[in-house]
């Protein structure tokens, strides 16, 4: 196990442990992540890298001025069927799913009884379902809180289900050049040109 110490400033500071030998789920990518160097760390009960040989200053300037990517296959991926799937999810989430049109995406909140905040998500419409992305460190609370919610609505005859992707990885293309790098390997099946923001397609 080795440290990576930031510097002491106005007497704070800390170490990053991380450790080739972390014990902990692994996404698709673990491998290429070791052979580039990657030094990885545990994160939300999965094995990831916190930085690469490079360094972190390295990366971060890189992905400031370029495009990098991210694995992020850890975050949580749901999908959600039925003739009231829509119903189903204004029942815990806030916001106005009526106003969300097919293929777009939209910020919402997972929210108690009481109005209090259970965590953030991503949700998007698509032709047959909604696919929802939560938080790694929050998987185990989002589903309980989910699926009690879900076992109540089927109960009272609501037609919906969830499908939890647990297999499925998850990549984030960042950086200024990203739509040009992207566009580069979609070739003419779409143009990124006339997409705003939080628009989704299928590749």
Same mark, same amino acid.
């Given at each position: =196990?080795?440290?990576?110490?930031?510097?002491?400033?106005?007497?704070?500071? $800390?170490?990053?442990?991380?450790?080739?030998?972390?014990?902990?789920?692994?996404?698709?990518?673990?491998?290429?992540?070791?052979?580039?160097?990657?030094?990885?760390?545990?994160?939300?009960?999965?094995?990831? /890298?916190?930085?690469?040989?490079?360094?972190?200053?390295? &990366?971060?300037?890189?992905?400031?001025? &370029?495009?990098?990517?991210?694995?992020?296959?850890? =975050?949580?991926?749901?999908?959600?069927? $039925?003739?009231?799937?829509?119903?189903?999810?204004?029942?815990?989430?806030?916001?106005?799913?009526?106003?969300?049109? /097919?293929?777009?995406?939209?910020?919402?909140?997972?929210?108690?009884?009481?109005?209090?905040?259970?965590?953030?998500?991503?949700?998007?419409?698509?032709?047959?379902?909604?696919?929802?992305?939560?938080?790694? $460190?929050?998987?185990?609370?989002?589903?309980?809180?989910?699926?009690?919610?879900?076992?109540?609505?089927?109960?009272? $005859?609501?037609?919906?289900? =969830?499908?939890?992707?647990?297999?499925?990885?998850?990549?984030?293309?960042?950086?200024?050049?990203?739509?040009?790098?992207?566009?580069?390997?979609?070739?003419?099946?779409?143009?990124?040109?006339?997409?705003?923001?939080?628009?989704?397609?299928?590749?």
């Amino acid at each position: =196990m080795r440290a990576l110490c930031r510097s002491r400033v106005r007497g704070g500071g $800390g170490c990053v442990r991380f450790s080739t030998t972390v014990v902990g789920k692994r996404t698709a990518l673990y491998d290429f992540h070791l052979e580039n160097g990657g030094k990885m760390t545990n994160f939300a009960g999965w094995t990831l /890298p916190i930085q690469y040989k490079e360094g972190i200053m390295q &990366s971060t300037l890189h992905t400031r001025a &370029s495009a990098s990517l991210f694995d992020v296959s850890h =975050m949580g991926q749901l999908r959600f069927y $039925g003739e009231d799937r829509s119903k189903f999810l204004q029942t815990i989430l806030v916001g106005n799913l009526k106003t969300l049109k /097919p293929n777009c995406a939209k910020y919402s909140l997972f929210a108690n009884e009481y109005g209090g905040i259970i965590d953030d998500t991503v949700i998007s419409r698509r032709n047959d379902h909604f696919y929802v992305v939560i938080n790694a $460190g929050r998987i185990d609370a989002d589903l309980s809180h989910i699926r009690s919610h879900l076992d109540i609505f089927i109960k009272n $005859g609501g037609d919906v289900s =969830m499908q939890y992707l647990e297999d499925q990885s998850l990549i984030a293309l960042q950086g200024p050049f990203s739509a040009k790098v992207l566009q580069s390997l979609l070739g003419n099946r779409v143009d990124l040109n006339s997409f705003g923001f939080l628009d989704v397609f299928n590749s």
